[in-house]
DNA sequence: ATGGCCTACGTAGTAGGA
């Protein structure tokens, strides 16, 4: 089961590259961020064509997230639980079954600069709650995946030039302890564990040049419960995406499990 | 050459991103 996350950076403004890439990597499921759309607007034609299933959990103009699979989608759940204030549409949660039952997580993790700051504060109090729901995903001792885009460079050899970053709320000692803290629970950074060292983005700015420079970050993420990773096959950056026409500023991310 | 973006909303110029 191919299981891809693709922060898509308008779903307007990627009708052609979406399905581009979908036609070619052929994933099973996909969880997308930053989908700006309204549920109402998201054109699930253009997926249930191909195939897919559709949720979608949108608002006006930013942020939204969606998962496309090829198998049923089960028991799906919006919003990360913790903040019944938070409106902001970030997570989304559903159950794919093929050989075995997977719970897909999928979230757009919010940015949180300027930092120090009230949207630096949102982002750990974000990240609170998900340290919490990752607790219980590990709790049910069952294969799942939290993966999209997490905003967070984990480590210097994760960024092209890390000092740039020092005091960006993507990379700033806060955020890292607090993505380490989620991490170290138990789960297993998928990309890490079937590839080392420098030189493996999945962003790049529009600006200056950062990909023809190779100037990225790594910031989509995927990780697995140890149910989920002793089903680990492959996992692969979609890197090439990035050169195409009309491209998002990220690119996909995948893992391939036995499931 | 030390360069300089993209999207949604809405129809001009912000807000937000990373």
């Given at each position: 089961m191919k299981i891809a996350s693709f922060n898509i950076n308008g779903i307007k403004a990627r009708a052609e590259a979406l399905p581009r890439w979908l036609d070619h990597a052929h994933p099973d499921v996909v969880v997308l961020q930053e989908i700006k759309s309204q549920d109402e607007a998201f054109p699930r034609e253009m997926f249930e064509d191909r195939g897919y299933n559709v949720e979608t959990h949108g608002q006006k103009g930013f942020n939204g997230v969606a998962i496309l699979s090829k198998f049923p989608l089960e028991d799906v759940s919006r919003g990360l639980p913790g903040d019944d204030g938070d409106d902001q549409a970030r997570w989304i949660e559903a159950t794919v079954t093929g050989k075995r039952a997977i719970r897909i997580c999928g979230m757009y993790l919010?940015?949180?600069?300027?930092?120090?700051g009230p949207k630096y504060d949102y982002k750990l109090a974000w990240m609170a709650r998900l340290e919490r729901r990752a607790r219980d995903l590990l709790a049910a001792e069952e294969p799942a995946v939290m993966l999209g885009d997490y905003n967070i460079i984990p480590q210097a050899e994760d960024a092209a030039r890390p000092e740039a970053w020092r005091e960006d709320a993507l990379f700033r000692l806060e955020s890292r302890e607090a993505f380490r803290r989620v991490v170290n629970?138990?789960?297993?950074?998928a990309f890490r564990a079937r590839h080392h060292g420098p030189g493996h983005y999945t962003f790049w700015d529009y600006q200056a040049g950062a990909w023809r420079r190779n100037?990225?970050?790594?910031?989509d993420h995927l990780l697995l419960t140890p149910q989920a990773a002793d089903l680990l096959r492959d996992c692969q950056i979609?890197?090439?995406?990035?050169?195409?026409?009309?491209?998002?500023?990220h690119v996909p991310i995948w893992v391939d499990l036995d499931a």
């Open positions: 919010p940015n949180g600069n300027p930092a120090p629970l138990g789960f297993t950074d100037d990225g970050i790594r910031i979609d890197s090439a995406e990035r050169a195409g026409d009309k491209p998002s500023d």
